[in-house]
């Protein structure tokens, strides 16, 4: 609500007029700024019928800065006649006053000045008329003074081009009486009360009209969750990579893919009721590649390719069984599941992200390499790798990234190069190494947006996955 006495006042200007006034002839009589009259207006259009305003625009002249100064002191080519002494003055020296450059040019042009070039203390200005009348700065100061319609067109735009005015538009309200003028304000009342019905005073009471076009307020909805900005950006990254996003449409599996086939012992916890999902309708299933099949029950059960068999090994559900090798670069994200019991940082599903390259001769080094490029693609670029052990992997490396909000290195992943008794009974030629890297989707986006206790919020690190009974998993019962 605009101030309630200049309102008033305003109220009082309209009554006393048959036509109208002008918003801006207001704010010039009474010395307040426009807007304050403009705010005026609104407060009483608000109310109601109580006075009509009309916008106007309007165009008028003002002075620039540059302007004000000529207005004030001379023009420029004046203050140069006014600088010159009855011996003249060196060019150079005029030169380096201020007003000098743009005085000289048109001092010559008016024949005020004339410049000896031939003198012999090189060349030197000297006046050539003794009064003048600066009729730049006359012009000036009738625009000053609010009379810029004693100027013809042509003298206002010659000094618009010397940028001494501007030609500003200016939106005013033409005010007059609306059909329930009143000097005395008011106020309406925006809400019918219980009480008012009950009492009957609404009858007596003046309301607000309603606006039945205005908009309602912007529902705060249709943001994506945190971990779906994240989910895209890692999506991005690894298709700028040249990985290629693995179908993740099951949710749930067979043991054999998920246990048996990455050479992980039938006695590993990951396998016992309390960490796995178990159906029990279908309880088992049984189409698997037959020959692939029982290369892996051998190395579970005699071992192979250097090892006793039972070795633990616990990994993303990737398989590389395929009849012709070729070198590859595979990503998946999607959720995975764990039989947990649910409390502050332990959940029964979380996501899981996975990197795998496959091909002859890498080593640990393009490991690191190509986790450095994926991390600080993601804007986490202080990065620790500390030597671990994992029975599906070896050499292994925990992954680590300094949190700015906890001042501390906060584990991010696990990585490794894959055991050759996993790889090789999948029919894979010597000399391919994988390597791999995962993580959980919700450590990173916590270390990107500052969420403190973000440890154990993963907990296990593990990837279970709702599985199916397998034939492979009873060889030791």
């Known amino acids: 609500m605009a101030d309630t006495g200049l309102v008033e006042t305003l109220l009082q200007r309209v009554e006393k007029v048959d036509g109208g006034l002008d918003s801006q002839d207001v704010a010039t009589s009474l010395g307040v700024d426009h807007q304050a009259i403009v705010g005026a207006v609104k407060s009483l259009q608000a109310l109601g019928d109580v006075i009509s305003a009309e916008q106007r625009s309007s165009k008028h002249w003002e002075l620039t800065g540059e302007g004000c100064e000529i207005a004030e002191q001379g023009s420029h080519e004046a203050r140069v006649v006014s600088s010159i002494p009855e011996e003249g003055m060196p060019q150079s020296q005029l030169m380096k006053l201020a007003f000098g450059k743009v005085g000289f040019s048109k001092a010559m042009s008016n024949k005020w000045i004339r410049l000896d070039k031939g003198h012999e203390g ?44 501007s030609e500003v538009t200016v939106k005013s309200y033409w005010i007059t009486k609306g059909s329930c003028f009143s000097t005395t304000i008011t106020k309406q009342e925006t809400e019918l009360t219980p009480e008012m019905i009950a009492s009957g005073s609404w009858k007596e009471k003046k309301f607000k009209p309603y606006n039945f076009e205005a908009m309602g307020v912007a529902l705060d909805c249709g943001h994506l969750h945190p971990l779906m900005k994240v989910r895209t950006q890692f999506r991005q990254i690894f298709l700028e990579m040249g990985f290629t996003e693995m179908p993740t449409n099951n949710f749930i599996e067979s043991s054999f893919w998920n246990f048996d086939s990455l050479f992980q012992p039938q006695q590993h916890p990951a396998r016992d009721q309390h960490d796995t999902f178990f159906l029990s309708d279908p309880a088992q299933a049984h189409e698997f590649p037959q020959d692939y099949l029982e290369r892996v029950r051998k190395v579970h059960s005699e071992g192979g390719f250097g090892s006793q068999g039972n070795s633990s090994v616990t990994i993303s559900n990737v398989s ?29 599903e979380f996501h899981q992200i996975e990197g795998v390259v496959a091909d002859f001769g890498l080593t640990l080094g393009d490991l690191m390499g190509i986790l450095h490029q994926f991390f600080n693609k993601l804007g986490i670029t202080k990065l620790r790798f500390k030597p671990a052990y994992n029975p599906y992997t070896e050499p292994s490396m925990e992954v680590f990234s300094y949190h700015e909000g906890l001042k501390k290195w906060v584990e991010v992943g696990n990585s490794g190069m894959f055991r050759p008794e996993m790889l090789l009974p999948m029919g894979l030629p010597e000399g391919v190494t994988v390597i791999a890297w995962g993580l959980s989707l919700e450590r990173p986006t916590m270390i990107k947006y500052g969420i403190n206790n973000i440890r154990e919020l993963v907990g296990h690190k593990v990837n279970l996955q709702m599985v199916y009974d397998s034939p492979v998993c009873r060889l030791d019962s």
Do not use: C, M, W
Request: aromatic content about 10%.
């Open 122 to 165: 090189g060349p030197r200005i000297f006046k050539t008329v003794e009064r003048l009348e600066d009729l730049v700065r006359d012009k000036l100061l009738l625009v000053q003074k609010g009379q810029a319609s004693q100027l013809e067109e042509k003298e206002k735009n010659e000094l618009k081009k010397r940028k001494l005015l």
């Open 320 to 348: 590389f069984y395929q009849e012709k090798f070729t070198p590859v670069k595979y990503f998946s994200i999607d959720r995975v599941f764990r039989n947990e019991t649910l409390d502050a940082t332990h959940l029964a």
